[in-house]
Nanobody, 124 residues
Framework: QLQLVESGGGLVQPGGSLRLSCAASGFTLDVYAIGWFRQAPGKERERVLCIDSSGGSTNYADSVKGRFTASRDDAKNTVYLQMNSLKPEDTAVYYC?????????????????WGKGTLVTVSS
């Protein structure tokens, strides 16, 4: 079965950190750029970060600059989103998405696979 599965979400206090994982099964991620998206309650889905096939990343959300970073381990067929200095406004369901393109610009042209999301709640 071809799928992406996110994990690592949960409840964290403001200022805390979480690392989300996005694991692929049924296909290999090394020729895919992976985008991280989030959707907060009552809001539209927002594109946050992308990591291309060579490990370069593109940040789309000013609100996470300097706090969120993406990385990948192709040997584990997994991409990560490290989130530091979390704020209550980071509360959302976080999704990863794969586009069969070496570059993040591929997200503009279509998504091949979406994960089902993992909930991150930042609250004291």
């Amino acid at each position: 079965q071809l799928q992406l599965v996110e994990s690592g979400g949960g409840l964290v206090q403001p200022g805390g950190s979480l690392r989300l994982s996005c694991a692929a099964s049924g296909f290999t991620l090394d020729v895919y750029a992976i985008g991280w998206f989030r959707q907060a309650p009552g809001k539209e889905r927002e594109r946050v970060l992308c990591i291309d096939s060579s490990g370069g990343s593109t940040n789309y959300a000013d609100s996470v600059k300097g706090r969120f970073t993406a990385s990948r381990d192709d040997a584990k067929n997994t991409v990560y989103l490290q989130m530091n200095s979390l704020k209550p406004e980071d509360t959302a369901v976080y999704y990863c998405a794969a586009t069969r393109n070496y570059y993040c610009s591929g997200l503009e042209y279509g998504i091949d696979y979406w994960g089902k999301g993992t909930l991150v709640t930042v609250s004291s």
